[in-house]
């Protein structure tokens, strides 16, 4: 559904309300209350609710300008499209596990939605120790189903090539490029750390062979354009509860490698098994494994049953392209955990900290788990090899 | 420039002598004379001339339709859009290399541009035994230039995007698809080959590892969009003489993989080494060599002196970037020349060979060495081990 356009204008609180009620069927005599929840860095996100009912929805309102630390751009309101179509077509092959979209607006750049508030998002709740039982399987399920059925393994080529011109996303694409793959790399003004960090962060910098393997990984994200991925699939990404999981916030969504998104997923999961330890760590690490078992195996499923290319029973050549996406996912797990620690947007997973020495201590031992993984991503070959690895960098 | 819009009809010689006089400088009182030159399959290509000032150029129109063996298939009208542009986007780079584009229209899917009829298409010369001194130094200038300046290494994001956006070529990349890499790896009826190659051709459907690099091959094909490629350089797409080359027909282009173009157009060569032999075929391995060194050469400088990525000084990039290039070149020109000469689109080089126990030895031998370049590509790691491999193969 498509609510009448108007030029663009940012919401008040009232406006929200006299849309949510025009849009929705609140009780009568409901009496709505609205409130702005989103960080106010790149959206409105207006939650209207009638307490009496606790009826609810989202307005989520993209702002024309990004501000990060201080700084502003202009940032296009075209994201605001792309998140909306890309919760629905992703909605399509994942039911259950995106918000429901209930109708937008290009010329607001709105998107109106569920109202997830029920839910805690999962970077919160893990970081307060939650062990979140549903979130592998779930988040597998939703990597295995969406990235297989918008990739040329499923899809008519006039379909697939339709759908990449739909998401070209250069404007949110660009900010990846500079703050996962090439910033952190390089002295750049971008980046914050801390100066414990100093030599660390200049060993990368002067790292040959580690600079050589992200200028792959980042010319794979220019041009490889795989499947429909989310496009910033972190744990700030996710809302869950012990029994429900849900993706939110693509609105980097564009055709680009598969690994990028699983990877980014993983990279959130090692930070959080970093920062734990025991029985509590298990739990992560477990939940890395099991996403992995859980994409690949549904992806692989989807092949057989689904697929609808010529060579899909080709020796050997699912495995090739599972084998591919999985050092992809390495590699990109790697940038993030990189970027994550020295780059211009941090976790708070590893930031919050307060023990300033354990704090530095950690984050180098993201550091050094990201370089490991993009520079011995073709030797890893299997996601138990990652676990031990893991085991390794914990001493 | 662009000429007033009309519906779609298809010219006549009358109306595109109309259209001629309306656009061109024509001397006072020229009588004008027009053939119709295209081959009827997919284009008509009307050629308008003043015998008297020999001055003349071409209107070539797109046809709703494509031709081939007998049937007919409705291709979009949009690929003439596409021709005209990647020819005015590739003379930007490389100017002097491609016809001069006068005026088009979307509508009536026409191009008007110079005309050439003063040069041969290469194949037709070559398949004559010209020997045509300057070809691979301007297929590789041409390569060098347009491949580098439209990729990620030249251009900004959003313009990069923007372009892959503007030539997403859906219908024309299907053709590829199908007939270069699937119909001619399986038992498919758009195949056409003689009798005699029953054995062979059924050894390219059951080798296994064959198809798997095949697949492989697809897959970059339909993945990489690495730069904005001519998608059908062969050597019937260039007019050429002892002291000219002029690429045409551009309307598969597309952003594709790198080594796409330039393995199709050194494919056509090695068809043509395999059919001379003694000081003229030396002139063609000549023609295989220099092409890659000054691909290559042209590369790499104009990364040098003009590239705008933030790795481009990192050590051993630029060679992974060109090695990875030379490696897709060889797999491309290995499923080239499979499918021109078992699949549905033939070459005349092997076609018109009249002895037909020669015809079948060289096919073979084509055969063959599609087969080794294809599987072979990652240790035929220079130009001169691929002459190498021909001069084996030779015997």
């Known amino acids: 559904m498509t609510i009448a356009s108007k030029q663009y204008e940012a919401l008040t609180e009232e406006k929200a309300i006299a849309l949510a009620q025009s849009l929705y069927p609140f009780p009568e005599g409901a009496e709505l209350v609205c409130r702005e929840i989103g960080d106010g860095n790149l959206n409105y996100v ?30 296009t309101l075209k994201r605001a499209t792309i998140e909306a179509n890309a919760l629905q077509k992703h909605s399509e092959f994942a039911p259950g596990l995106v918000p429901a979209v209930y109708a937008m607006d290009e010329e607001l750049a709105i998107t ?9 998002i999962a970077r919160e709740g893990l970081i307060q120790g939650a062990a979140y039982p549903k979130l592998s399987e779930d ?4 990597l295995g189903r969406t990235l297989f059925h918008t990739s040329d393994f499923a899809l008519h080529p006039f379909e697939k090539k339709r759908l990449a011109v ?9 900010i990846t490029e500079d ?14 750390y801390e100066p414990e960090l100093q030599a660390t962060v200049e060993a990368i910098w002067n790292n040959g062979p580690l ?19 989310h496009g910033d699939l972190h744990t700030g990404s996710i809302f869950a509860s012990e029994s429900e999981t849900k993706v939110i916030d693509p609105e980097f969504a564009f055709y680009g490698p598969i690994g990028f998104d699983v990877g980014l997923f993983l990279a959130n999961l090692i930070v959080q098994s970093i920062t734990r330890s025991g029985e509590e760590r298990q739990v992560i690490v477990n939940h890395i494994e099991r996403t992995w078992e859980v994409f690949s195996t549904r992806f692989s499923e989807l092949w057989d049953r689904e697929g609808i290319e010529a060579y899909k029973d080709t020796a050997d050549y699912k495995e090739f392209i599972l084998e591919k996406i999985f050092r992809d996912t390495l590699g990109f797990a790697g940038c993030e955990l ?4 020295i780059g211009l947007a941090h976790v708070k ?4 900290i307060e023990d300033k020495n354990l704090r530095i201590r950690l984050k180098k031992k993201a550091l050094q788990t990201g370089q490991t993984l993009i520079l011995k991503r073709s030797e890893l070959t299997t996601i138990s090899a990652v676990s031990g690895l893991l085991e390794e960098l914990k001493q």
């Open 338 to 341: 990189i970027r994550r620690t």
């Open 211 to 229: 600079k050589l393997e992200a200028a792959k990984l980042k010319f794979s994200f220019l041009t490889e354009a795989e499947a429909l991925l």
């Open 166 to 174: 739909e998401y070209s996303n250069p404007e949110l694409c660009k």
């Open 179 to 192: 703050l996962i793959f090439t910033d952190p790399f390089f002295n750049n003004d971008t980046n914050d």
């Open 139 to 142: 988040i597998g399920e939703y």
């Open 349 to 352: 997973d590893l930031d919050s």
């Open 112 to 120: 109106v939605m569920e109202d997830l508030s029920h839910l805690t």
């Open 46 to 75: 207006f939650q209207i609710k009638d307490p009496k009912s606790g009826k609810g929805l989202i307005i989520k309102q993209a702002l024309p300008y990004a501000k990060v630390v201080g700084e502003s751009w202009p940032l």
